[in-house]
């Protein structure tokens, strides 16, 4: 990436000079902050499921996937928070601390410390084809979570994967090898399809990034045919009905 010498500092940079990692601060709050910030996710997730996506043909409604139901999920999401949570949650986030000649990296999602939001927990969403098809899922944890570019201020971070065809210990397999990293159940999600693995990140120079870094990995299994039904009627454009 090619980067551009900073000699000005953001707003965030001339308010909050200090950065706190994430999962620290989450945990002076709550020892059980980060499964609390995620069942809100897995919350979201299956309201939507129920009010928004029982109620379409995901074959039929395919076009800019990944970017509408992250944002969909997003408003799910918040419906869950109860307010009192020392973060919010924002979809499509900047990154500030990794910027160059271009437009800051931007997080599909990501939970904001309030006090401070230049500390982020990002989650990454990538739409999987199907159980094999874990390239670009696997990529955005190679190539930005575990070379800082992502999650600076945080010692974990998340993936969220749309599996649109397949099975998903299938999938996880195939992350698992194609990373690789090992992928271990979750005490707290043992009901989701929800794993974590842990790594050591490459550290920019001069960087006191946390060097240590657990991801966890949300498989949210769409259907391509949900419960929606086709009619067609003679001389008529097909209808759809719910079921």
């Not at 201020?153 to 194609?178: C, D, H, Q, W």
């Not at 990293?181 to 920019?204: E, Q």
Request: with cysteine; proline share 5%.
């Amino acid at each position: 990436m090619s980067k551009r010498k900073i000699s000005k500092l953001t707003i965030g940079e001339s308010r909050w000079s200090s950065t706190p990692d994430f999962v620290d601060l989450a945990k002076t709050w709550k020892p059980d902050a980060i499964s609390t910030l995620l069942k809100f996710i897995w919350e979201g997730y299956n309201l939507c499921s129920q009010e928004v996506l029982s109620k379409v043909d995901i074959s039929q409604a395919d076009d800019q996937l990944e970017r509408e139901l992250t944002q969909i999920l997003d408003l799910y999401v918040r419906k869950g928070m109860q307010g009192f949570e020392p973060f919010t949650l924002q979809h499509e986030s900047y990154e500030m601390e990794i910027r160059g000649t271009h437009r800051p990296r931007q997080y599909d999602l990501a939970f904001v410390w309030l006090a401070n939001p230049r500390i982020k927990y990002p989650l990454e969403a990538k739409v999987l084809r199907s159980d094999r098809s874990v390239t670009a899922y696997v990529n955005e944890i190679t190539s930005n979570y575990l070379n800082c570019l992502y999650a600076p201020f945080s010692r974990e971070a998340g993936m969220i994967g749309y599996l649109l065809k397949g099975i998903p210990e299938t999938a996880f397999k195939n992350i698992a090898v194609a990373v690789p990293c090992v992928l271990s159940d979750h005490p707290d999600f043992s009901g989701h399809y929800h794993k974590i693995s842990d790594h050591h990140r490459n550290v920019p120079v001069g960087k006191t990034y946390p060097a240590k870094f657990r991801c966890h990995h949300l498989l949210l299994k769409l259907t391509k045919q949900s419960s929606v039904k086709k009619t067609t009627t003679k001389g008529k454009e097909p209808e759809v009905l719910e079921s």
